[in-house]
Nanobody, 123 residues
Framework: QVTLVESGGGLVQPGGSLRLSCAGS????????MGWFRQVPGTERKFVAA????????FYSDSVKGRFTISRDNAENTVFLQMNSLKPEDTAVYYC????????????????WGQGTQVTVSS
């Protein structure tokens, strides 16, 4: 069982950047396919990005492609989300999770959710 802890959120102006981290526990972190999702209160949790176990494959939602980059450091048991050119519509709570089954973009196939980190993009 892995425990995930997100960090790095905050308040940033439009056009700015943030780097989120997702730190995992346990010796088998490198065997997990990982994803980032975001959620605005009152709406469904939405897919942002995902990365394969080795980091060799990455996937993005159309809304963040070209602006966000997902990466991982398995030696440090950490997955990152570099967010550039941030927009007000990126404001949400961001969560990381382990893919258990199914399509990488479906939150129903993920588990071991972290507590989330708030990202607010506003001037």
């Amino acid at each position: 069982q892995v425990t995930l802890v997100e960090s790095g959120g905050g308040l940033v102006q439009p056009g700015g950047s943030l780097r989120l981290s997702c730190a995992g526990s346990g010796p088998t972190f490198s065997s997990y396919f990982m994803g980032w999702f975001r959620q605005v209160p009152g709406t469904e949790r939405k897919f942002v990005a995902a990365i394969s176990e080795s980091g060799g494959r990455t996937f993005y939602s159309d809304s963040v492609k070209g602006r966000f980059t997902i990466s991982r450091d398995n030696a440090e048991n950490t997955v990152f989300l570099q967010m550039n050119s941030l927009k007000p519509e990126d404001t949400a709570v961001y969560y990381c999770a382990v893919k258990i089954a199914g399509y990488y973009g479906d939150s129903a196939g993920y588990g071991n959710w972290g507590q989330g980190t708030q990202v607010t993009v506003s001037s």
